[in-house]
């Protein structure tokens, strides 16, 4: 009788025995803290979606890097709410622009922490497209120029690795090309590879400030329906030099993770991203659910999916709870 199944709660009877047997670990070191800069002085604004994060002026950065080093997260990715936009999003890549400016600021103070650059340029344009709009059409081509000279400005600035979300055909080419001509050859590209037209951004939207004027972004971001795409996507920005391959959204595209993994060698990013992050607040403000567990759950998932890397807002809470604080 007893030979006539196998008994796996053997291998989960305790927690030392669990914690052999287990598959698949979450460390402080896979973490990548989003940060959103903005004009101004004394600015801490709690984006009312994202429960937890702020909107900051440089002038408070500074509190915010020593409580993200003193837990030990290595690295964070920058994102811009600039005053003013133009139609070409000249903030982007303005020598002075607030990324650049936010990234100088960084490197002085902590400069072992790793300064990821956003490359886009959708919260520094008037119509909210990730590119140049001629006739309500976003251009593919004449966009790259711009994106390339985004990411060169950010590599002058001291950024350690440039990630371009902006889904033009050619990004990664363009801005390798850019950052080698320029003498940045040792700088990595995190390109966000396969980034599909998702609702999940909707608070991100309101932390950044750069919702689409008109129309929708499905012209140049993937439609959620789609998996051999992906690996077309992928394929091509590894061809063009892109060292990591991010996903996103994470939470509704494990599967997506797993098959990037499966078929690449490059490190993959998740990108946890803000409408998954206000769910699970929302949800926790409500008492419904045990946060710290639901949080913990979801970014083990990621990692057993294939990540190497995850993007998200939880990054502190985490290391906290994994520090046993
Ligand atoms: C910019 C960009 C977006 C996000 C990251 N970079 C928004 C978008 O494409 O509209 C979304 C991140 C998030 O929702 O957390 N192109």
Avoid at 120 to 140: M, R
Avoid at 160 to 175: E, L, Q, Y
Avoid at 239 to 249: N, R, S, T, W
Avoid at 254 to 276: C, H, Q, T
């Amino acid at each position: 009788m007893t030979n006539h199944f196998a008994r796996h709660r053997r291998l989960r009877q305790s927690a030392n025995m669990r914690a052999l047997v287990r598959e698949t670990t979450l460390s402080v070191n896979d973490f990548i803290y989003p940060l959103f800069i903005t004009e101004g002085n004394g600015v801490r604004n709690e984006v009312s979606s994202m429960p937890g994060v702020f909107q900051l002026s440089m002038d408070n950065l500074k509190e915010e890097l020593d409580e993200i080093v003193g837990l030990g997260i290595k690295s964070v990715i920058l994102f811009g709410v600039p005053d003013e936009k133009d139609a070409v999003g000249t903030g982007a890549y303005h020598n002075h622009g607030i990324v650049q400016q936010a990234t100088r600021f960084i490197k002085g103070q902590y400069p072992d922490l790793l300064v990821i650059a956003d490359t886009c340029l959708c919260e520094y344009t008037d119509h909210g497209h990730c590119g140049v709009v001629e006739g309500g059409k976003v251009l593919n081509d004449p966009s790259l120029d711009l994106l390339a000279k985004t990411a060169v400005s950010q590599a002058e600035a001291g950024a350690d690795i440039i990630a371009p979300s902006n889904m033009m055909d050619g990004f990664v080419a363009a801005i390798r090309q850019g950052l080698d001509a320029a003498g940045y050859t040792e700088v990595p590209i995190m390109s966000y590879a396969v980034k599909y037209s998702s609702a999940f951004y909707g608070p991100f939207r309101d932390a950044a400030d750069s919702t689409p004027q008109f129309g929708d972004r499905k012209t140049y971001q993937m439609d959620p329906a789609n998996r051999r795409e992906a690996m077309r996507e992928a394929a091509a920005d590894i061809e063009q030099g892109a060292d990591f391959l991010i996903v996103k959204p994470a939470l509704s595209y494990l599967d997506i993770i797993r098959k990037v993994r499966n078929e690449f060698d490059a490190p993959v990013v998740a990108y946890n991203v803000s409408g998954e992050y206000s769910m699970v607040k929302a949800a926790a403000l409500n008492g419904w659910i045990d946060e710290k567990a639901i949080v913990l759950e979801k970014l083990i998932s990621m990692k057993r999916a294939g990540a190497d890397l995850i993007m998200t807002y939880h990054a502190k809470d985490a290391a906290r709870w994994l520090s046993g604080q």
